[in-house]
Nanobody
Framework: VQLQASGGGLVQPGGSLKLSCAAS????????MGWYRQAPGKQRELVTV???????SYLDSVKGRFTISTDNAKNAVYLQMNSLKPEDSAVYYC??????????WGQGTLVTVSS
C-alpha cells in the first residue's frame, strides 16, 4: 500500500491550503485516517484523525480552522486548512491504519506559512 500526499506549498498568514492523500496498491479495510505534522526541531504531532465511523478529533490549536474529510471510494483523506498561521508550518504526513492495526505513512508534504 502506498500513500501519496500532495497539496503543500507556501501560503501567507490567513490563507488556506487543502492537502490530499490517496492510498493505492492492495485494497485494505481502513479503520482510521489522519494527519500528523512535524516542524523543524520538534516531535511529530497528531493534527487530526477520522475513524471509519466518522468520529473526528483535532489538535486544540487547529480546532475551528482545519477540517478532515475522506472519500472512501478513493481511499483518500483530505485536510482543509484555513486561517493558517506561521506556527502551522511543518511537514504534514498522512497516516492510514487498517483493522489489523497495520499503519501506513505518506511521504510528507511541506506547508510553509509566511509573508
Amino acid at each position: 500500500v502506498q500513500l501519496q500526499a500532495s497539496g503543500g506549498g507556501l501560503v501567507q498568514p490567513g490563507g488556506s491550503l487543502k492537502l490530499s492523500c490517496a492510498a493505492s496498491g492492495r485494497r485494505i479495510s481502513i479503520s482510521s485516517m489522519g494527519w500528523y505534522r512535524q516542524a523543524p526541531g520538534k516531535q511529530r504531532e497528531l493534527v487530526t484523525v477520522i475513524s471509519s465511523s466518522g468520529f473526528t478529533s483535532y489538535l486544540d490549536s487547529v480546532k475551528g480552522r482545519f477540517t478532515i474529510s475522506t472519500d472512501n471510494a478513493k481511499n483518500a483523506v483530505y485536510l482543509q486548512m484555513n486561517s493558517l498561521k506561521p506556527e502551522d508550518s511543518a511537514v504534514y504526513y498522512c497516516r492510514v491504519t487498517d483493522w489489523s492495526s497495520v499503519t501506513y505513512w505518506g511521504q510528507g508534504t511541506l506547508v510553509t506559512v509566511s509573508s
